[in-house]
């Protein structure tokens, strides 16, 4: 399997396979390089919902995904949906995130299949953790160590976000109570497959530190926001017919544009399970 990188820190491409008819070595090869490379596009797939859903079961059995209503006759799948009609409606994934990282065990991957894609625009954005984390000075590092992020979806699905939601007419979003649970993760974690560290933050769904003193915890939050979304350390994903794209939500954010109104725009979407994040 050949990986073509797409920038200097994150993403890979491979061509001319077809993932439903990969060999566990051929899988296990696919796996590294998601790893390794932390978004990995594969072109030409042409999967079907139940295809999709076996080839992630392949990755690791699927992740519980609250909030959304999944596809009717696909549990696991959950069509990420704008209609044309929709607008300017707020877009699902509009916002630097991880995948439910709120979660105990958040998901570990991602795979997200391009089915109808507007002209221009749509463009998934990505941020590597691991070249963010990098890239801070010895002191830093030895400070954030010793913080851990309190991850929430209170910004993201409480009630008081329904109305949000609820402009994008292909996808039912359903907001509760339990958006307020709060789960503590370290702020900087070891990659379960790499063993390479990496910054475990995002801003949709961290909104508290434990560690730094109170007041400064909004400056380094907004700080942490703009270090680890800084363009050096990303990869931007134009879709094309058939893109079938794999991220490493350990290891990585990631941001939908929404510059496309009067278009629709149609992704499914698998996760997979991970586990609780080991810190460094
Ligand atoms: C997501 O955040 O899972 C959706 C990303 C996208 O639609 O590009």
């Not at 997200?112 to 954005?125: E, K, N, R, S, Y």
Request: charged share 25%; hydrophobic share 40%; net charge negative.
């Amino acid at each position: 399997m050949e990986a073509v990188r797409l920038t200097g820190v994150m993403g890979a491409r491979v061509d001319g396979i077809d993932v439903r008819t990969l060999d566990d070595e051929g899988l296990a090869e696919l796996r590294a390089l998601v790893c390794e490379h932390e978004v990995l596009v594969v072109s030409g797939q042409a999967l079907t919902p139940y295809e999709q859903v076996e080839f992630s079961h392949r990755l690791g059995p699927a992740a519980d995904s609250p909030f959304i209503e999944p596809s009717a006759d696909h549990p696991e799948v959950i069509r990420v949906l704008k209609e044309a009609k929709d607008g300017n409606a707020f877009n699902f994934g509009g916002a630097w995130h991880s995948d439910f990282s709120f979660q105990p065990s958040p998901p570990s991957f991602t795979v997200l299949h391009a089915i109808d894609l507007p002209p221009w625009g749509g463009d998934t954005c990505f941020s590597s953790m691991t070249a963010a984390w990098d890239a801070l000075p010895a002191q830093q590092k030895e400070d954030l160590l010793a913080y851990r992020g309190v991850h929430t979806a209170r910004d993201a699905y409480s009630p008081r976000m329904q109305a949000v939601h609820s402009g994008l007419s292909g996808m039912n979003i359903v907001c509760d109570e339990s958006a307020h649970d709060v789960t503590l993760h370290p702020l900087v974690r070891v990659h379960p497959e790499t063993g390479r560290t990496v910054l475990f933050y995002n801003r949709a769904y961290v909104r508290d530190l434990v560690g730094p003193p109170d007041d400064e915890k909004k400056r380094l939050m907004e700080w942490l926001h703009l270090h680890t979304t800084d363009a050096r350390f990303g990869y931007r994903h134009r879709w094309s017919p058939g893109d079938l794209v794999i991220w490493d939500n350990r290891s990585t954010q990631h941001y939908a544009l929404n510059d496309y109104a009067g278009f629709r725009r149609e992704l499914h979407r698998t996760t997979v399970a991970g586990e609780t994040p080991i810190p460094a």
